[in-house]
């Protein structure tokens, strides 16, 4: 099982190269009384968060991300959470990576937590709120993370190798 292999501290890579990130970011996830929990450490000496206001475009700012597929892995949710806790929660269609994109209020219990070294996460997803738009025990994921700094920088626990963290070919079996 997949979600076995992320119950410990987890470091996100580079998307693009694959190698160390400028700023490093831990995941860990889990899943405990029919609900999944993803926990981030995010190192950051220089947040930026954008918003005012939940399902504002928060990915214009520091944002923490995670996809989870509904059926397949051309429709999935995708989750962001800012320095804030902010959320921004979305229906993806990505057919030949055109984008149909649609803003939802997904219900999720998210808390952000700032640190001395940047700011912690913890977010709690029910599985039976997963059920009602399409989850299945086929379910791929993703992790990611943007950071602005001087210019942006993308971190992904299974890196793209690209500029876009939608390459569903790189989507990890959930379970």
Request: hydrophobic fraction near 40%; avoid cysteine; glycine fraction near 4%.
């Amino acid at each position: 099982m997949v979600l076995q292999k992320y119950k410990e501290w987890t470091a996100l890579k580079e998307n693009i190269t694959g190698g160390e990130p400028l700023n490093q970011t831990l995941f860990k996830m889990n899943i405990k009384d029919d609900t999944f929990i993803f926990n981030f450490k995010v190192y950051d000496n220089n947040v930026f968060a954008f918003g005012k206001k939940h399902n504002d475009n928060l990915y214009k700012g520091d944002i923490i991300e995670i996809i989870l597929t509904l059926g397949s892995k051309n429709e999935y949710l995708e989750i962001e959470v800012n320095p804030e806790n902010l959320r921004y929660t979305v229906i993806v269609k990505n057919i030949d990576k055109k984008l149909d994109i649609k803003k939802i209020n997904f219900p999720l219990i998210s808390e952000v937590t700032k640190t001395s070294f940047g700011w912690e996460s913890e977010i709690k997803i029910r599985l039976k709120n997963l059920y009602k738009i399409g989850f299945s025990n086929e379910s791929y994921f993703a992790i990611y993370r943007q950071d602005f700094q001087d210019s942006l920088n993308l971190y992904a626990l299974n890196p793209t190798y690209t500029l876009s963290f939608h390459e569903v070919d790189r989507f990890l079996k959930l379970i």
